[in-house]
């Protein structure tokens, strides 16, 4: 098809952000000047970074972690939203998301400092109890208080919700079409301009090499993936996770490869893909399909090999 004066120009930008890059590919009217957006962009993801960083010493987290039992904490308004929806996730998936995993978390070698032996033994002997009962969040004031001690880690959240930030700022300028993403969570929004669905590789769980497992056609939805194959520790010879079990205090022992789950933020997405690989297949499907999302399970096989099950309208239908 000839391309005429008043076809919209492909943009892609980047940035680095919590370890990785951002990225965001969208369509602009002919002479829009993406630099002011780019450096939107960047300021959203630093944001969400400053406030909610496990790695910055002077992150509103790491603050809110240092602060005694019992004493109100102003935090801005984004964290709060933050900790508000893990909250609702970890109720909604009977403690297998849970945000009080801070501590296990950092012994195991998954935070910024290495595993330690003893940190790893206090993590598993611990009594735990859900990050709910530790903290009251007064929204309205902003503020919220630890009534118990907990070690916030907002890793299996903050990155979607990071994805969700570019979208406002997208929006903010105008741009109502686009493909957004932080390492691995997505979010498309609305078509492209030649009306069709934006398109992402479900990654296959392979340690060795990058490569496609399938093909999702996003419109107006996230996706997010967890898996075992990127971020893992070894430990008498078993290679763990870097996903916590909230019920142990250390890795979760029996988990999928990986989980996909497509749901309306990206936020959601990346929450609830970690809870789904905490949970049994059949488990984390009755859940899927009781909050209305979809979710893709791969599962490795005795000799190696992946099969597929699926729940919800875009994966359902898939099979070994």
């Known amino acids: 098809m000839q391309k005429t004066s008043t076809d919209p120009e492909r943009h892609a930008l980047n940035g680095p952000t919590m370890g990785t890059r951002w990225s965001a590919l969208f369509f602009a009217p002919k002479g829009f000047d ?14 969400v970074d400053g406030q909610m960083s496990t790695w910055k010493p002077d992150s509103d987290l790491i603050r809110l972690n240092a602060a005694p039992v019992g004493e109100w904490l ?18 909604a998936s009977s403690g297998a998301f849970d945000i009080g995993m801070g501590d296990a978390v ?5 935070g910024s400092e290495a595993a330690r032996p003893e940190r790893i033994r206090a ?46 700022t ?25 009306d069709e669905a934006w398109t992402i590789a479900v990654e296959a769980p392979d340690r060795t090499r990058r490569a496609p ?24 010879g078993r ?10 205090g250390g890795p979760a022992l029996k988990t999928p490869a990986s989980v996909t789950v497509v749901a309306p933020s990206t936020a959601e997405a990346d929450a609830w893909a970690t809870a789904l690989m905490v949970l049994s297949v ?5 859940l899927a399909r009781q909050h209305g999302f979809s979710a893709l399970f791969l599962l490795r096989d005795a000799d190696g090999g992946i099969r597929a099950t699926g729940v919800g309208a875009l994966f359902s239908k898939q099979a070994a």
């Open 74 to 91: 102003e935090v801005p308004a984004r964290l709060v939203e933050v900790l508000r929806l893990g909250l609702d996730i970890g109720e």
């Open 123 to 168: 993590a598993l002997a611990v009594p735990r109890s859900p990050a709910s009962d530790a903290l009251e969040l007064d929204i309205a004031a902003g503020r919220l208080r630890k009534l118990a001690p907990v070690t916030l880690d907002l890793n299996g959240i903050a990155k979607g919700y990071g994805v969700d930030r570019l979208v406002e």
């Open 282 to 286: 059949e488990e984390g499907s009755a």
């Open 239 to 248: 290679d763990l996770s870097h996903t916590m079990d909230p019920s142990k």
């Open 34 to 47: 993406p630099a002011p957006l780019q450096a939107a962009l960047q300021a959203a993801v630093d944001e």
């Open 213 to 236: 497992h399938s093909i999702l056609a996003l419109q107006d939805a996230a996706v997010a993936t967890s898996g075992d194959y990127r971020h893992w520790v070894t430990v008498n």
């Open 106 to 110: 950092s012994a195991w070698g998954f």
């Open 170 to 194: 997208l929006a903010g300028f105008g741009i109502g079409s686009a493909l957004v993403g932080i390492d691995g969570e997505m979010r498309a929004t609305a078509l492209r301009p030649d």
